[in-house]
T-cell receptor, first 114, second 114 residues
């Protein structure tokens, strides 16, 4: 029962460094999402994907890139880390389409940029 | 456009009190889904309920109940006889079938004291 798996769970980056947050799901879901949650705040959508090869911007895409080469994986790339990207990042997936059940979330990645 | 508003930032109650968390949504679609999630202090996101736009029946699950009213675009959540373990941040979310993003409100922090 893996569900949505995010790695790493914690990471400290220096300003200007790059990294990729990994997200994989084993439920064959079409829809996948990346959110960030700043301390004491709600979830803001960074990018989402409705299927392999299709991605689109959310509310706060600047400073991030994504790709969706397979149904299972949806990595989030930070190219030049900035302190403003200190946040908890959540990946989620849902079947989408007519069923439209709830989104399943990973455990989150806590990122600190110093 | 889609929007979810949770006007209550934080609510404090004493154990055994009833509490209602408000959620107001905006969408131009006639078919959409509403969700409530709980985020306990440990940080994960726990799915509580899903409701589609064609089903206005209220739902009760133990101490939890949900009131969906299309006329006022609201999907409120009531906890009866609150307990300390109910302390968490609660998020309301919206997904329209014609609009593929899953959009969250800013959340309501519930503090239940003994």
């Amino acid at each position: 029962n893996a569900g949505v798996t995010q790695t790493p769970k914690f990471r400290i980056l220096k300003i200007g460094q790059s990294m990729t947050l990994q997200c994989t799901q084993d439920m064959n879901h079409n829809y996948m999402y990346w959110y960030r949650q700043d301390p004491g705040m709600g979830l803001k959508l960074i990018y989402y994907s409705v299927g392999a090869g299709i991605t689109d911007k959310g509310e706060v895409p600047n400073g991030y890139n994504v790709s969706r080469s397979t149904t299972e994986d949806f990595p989030l790339r930070l190219e030049l880390a900035a302190p403003s990207q200190t946040s908890v990042y959540f990946c989620a997936s849902s079947p989408g389409g007519p069923t439209n059940t709830e989104a399943f979330f990973g455990q989150g990645t806590r990122l600190t940029v110093v | 456009a889609q929007k979810v508003t949770q006007a209550q930032t934080e609510i404090s109650v004493v154990e055994k009190e009833d509490v209602t968390l408000d959620c107001v949504y905006e969408t131009r679609d006639t078919t959409y889904y509403l969700f409530w999630y709980k985020q306990p202090p440990s940080g994960e996101l726990v799915f509580l309920i899903r409701r589609n736009s064609f089903d206005e029946q209220n739902e009760i699950s133990g101490r939890y109940s949900w009131n969906f009213q299309k006329s006022t675009s609201s999907f409120n959540f009531t906890i009866t006889a609150s307990q300390v373990v109910d302390s968490a941040v609660y998020f309301c979310a919206l997904k329209s079938t014609g609009f593929q993003k899953l959009v969250f409100g800013t959340g309501t922090r519930l503090l239940v004291s003994p």
